[in-house]
Each structure stands twice: as structure tokens, then as C-alpha cells.
């Protein structure tokens, strides 16, 4: 469910940032020259693109509310004393979307979560951009969406291998649009969409 959900998510802000899927498709391109390429473990190391687009949309639609946990022992965190056997909240979509742990939160950039500005990139946003969105490194637990520590999701590597081969063959072969407003969230137990999924696919010539 955490897995299909993050894919919509992803599939949802490409389909709205037509500009980036095109990058993405070019990218993908020059890694799988023929559509039916097979996606190697080596070819998704190249694919830092891609990642890069489903990190930043996981940001934005964190599948996960927050993550809670309970303190064992007494213990201080950033000059807080917290007792023994008190939950602590940590609020992943909140705080992915405030100005003051990342830089234009209501901006789609996947280039914030590069180390370099691409090449030939003045199609996807500005170097300004680029240069602005990277100045200050965020936190590290800004962005933790398989947990952390022992208690990091057992099946992180699978859920994603899962999700950079399914887009991966997917972006590679077809041109995703978004033709119905606004994608609807709602929170329970995961933060997931509710509309309808009605993605118009394309299929790429090339």
C-alpha cells in the first residue's frame, strides 16, 4: 500500500510538472536507448533523476503522517529533557513543508536533493533556483520516510527497487498527463490520494 500510494504521489506531481517529466524522459533515454530495455541494478545507479523525483515527491505527499515512539529511559534532545515512557511525535509532512527546513517547500524541485545542477537543465528551473533550493543542506531527519535506526521499515530496498523500476519503465514509455484539477489527500492511518487515479498514458513514438 506505502509502495502504490508513493508511486500515484509520484506519477500525480510529474503529470503537473510536465517540465520535469520531459527531463526525466530524456534522462531515462539516454540510460534505456530501447523501450524494452531491462532496468539493471547498474542502470538505476545512473538514474539519479529519478530519485531524485520521488524523494521530492514523497516530500511534499509523505505517504506517512509522522512516525511515533516512546522514550525508554530519560533522556535530552535538542536541550529538552524527556522523561521515561512519553511518545514522541516526529511530523514528517509538517515539517517537509515549512520555510524554515526547506527552502521553497511549495515548490516541486527535484534538483533540491542533487549534488549538481544538471546539465542542460535551463529547461526544469533556473540555476538560481538550483543555487537557492541547495544553499543550506536541510536536516538530516527533515526527510526520514522509512523511519530510522532498528525501527526503519525491513522492506525499504525492496519497496525502492519496486518504485524506480515501475516509473523508470513507465515515464520511459509513456507520457503522463493529470487532466483533473487538484489531486486530493486525506490523512488516517496513511496520507494517501483519494481521487479517482485517471492518468491519461501516451505512448512515446520513440
Known amino acids: 500500500m506505502k509502495t502504490s500510494n508513493s508511486i500515484a504521489a509520484t506519477m500525480y506531481h510529474l503529470s503537473k510538472n510536465p517540465e520535469k517529466q ?13 523501450k524494452n530495455d531491462v532496468v539493471t ?10 530519485k531524485a523525483c520521488i524523494k521530492e515527491s514523497m516530500r511534499i505527499s509523505s505517504i ?28 514528517h509532512l509538517m515539517i517537509g513543508m515549512t ?5 521553497m517547500p511549495n515548490k516541486y524541485l527535484p534538483e ?5 545542477r544538471p546539465a542542460d537543465a535551463d529547461g526544469i528551473g533556473s540555476a538560481e533556483d538550483f543555487d537557492k533550493s541547495t544553499a543550506v543542506k536541510p ?19 525492496f519497496a525502492e527497487l519496486e518504485m524506480h523500476t515501475l516509473l523508470a519503465k513507465m ?17 488516517k492511518i496513511l496520507h494517501r490520494p483519494v481521487c479517482p487515479l485517471k492518468f491519461k498514458l501516451t505512448d512515446r513514438a520513440e
Not at 41 to 50: A, R, S, T
Open 171 to 187: 515515464i520511459r514509455n509513456f507520457k503522463l498527463e493529470y487532466n483533473h484539477g487538484e489531486m486530493k489527500f486525506e490523512s
Open 139 to 157: 536536516h538530516p531527519f527533515v526527510f526520514v520516510p522509512f523511519g530510522f535506526g532498528p525501527r526503519m521499515c525491513v522492506g525499504r530496498r
Open 22 to 34: 520531459e527531463f526525466l524522459f530524456k534522462e531515462l533515454k539516454k540510460i534505456l536507448p530501447n
Open 64 to 91: 506517512a503522517v509522522g512516525t511515533m515512539r516512546g522514550s525508554t529511559k530519560d533522556i535530552v534532545i535538542g536541550n529538552y529533557r524527556i522523561p521515561k515512557d512519553v511518545n514522541i511525535m516526529m511530523p
Open 41 to 50: 541494478v547498474e542502470k538505476l545507479e545512473n538514474m539519479k533523476y529519478l
Open 99 to 103: 520555510e524554515e527546513h526547506m527552502i
Open 112 to 116: 533540491r536533493w542533487l549534488q549538481h
